[in-house]
């Protein structure tokens, strides 16, 4: 899968699909983690996404606001390359308004859903 071809799917499945719209990217995964190696491989796959930018919100979920939907594109194929053999990975766009449509509970009681950071972070 190429880089046009990430760009189209994202694009469509999208509510505004103006490149310059600010999305949030979740990457949802199972690895697998049986063996020592394969667990080094998990932990090594969770800190690249820690490095790109995500927090992870549920154990493997994690999140990153993006400021356009093309800046999600070299993000993705980063996170494809690096994919532990045998492991399966989702992403889901977000545009702003549907991540903070999101509900979430914790022990049963509604919590704040994070907002859009009001900084954009550069390391």
């Known amino acids: 899968m190429g880089r046009a071809t990430i760009a189209k799917i994202l694009r469509d499945c999208i509510m505004s699909p103006k490149a310059e719209d600010a999305v ?3 990457v949802m995964f199972d690895l697998p983690v049986q063996t020592k190696a394969e667990r080094r491989h998990a932990t090594a796959f969770r800190q690249l996404l820690l490095d790109l930018g995500y927090q992870r919100i549920q154990f493997s979920v994690y999140a ?8 999600l594109i070299p993000t993705i194929g980063t996170i494809k390359c690096n994919l532990p ?3 399966e990975v989702r992403i889901l766009s977000l545009t ?4 903070a449509a999101a509900l979430r509970f914790s ?4 919590v704040e859903v994070e907002g859009t950071p009001s900084q954009l972070a550069i390391f």
Do not use: C, K
């Open 24 to 26: 949030w990217s979740l």
């Open 64 to 71: 990153r606001f993006s400021p356009s939907v093309s800046s």
């Open 85 to 87: 053999e045998g492991g």
């Open 96 to 99: 702003d308004h549907q991540f």
């Open 107 to 110: 022990n049963a009681t509604a």
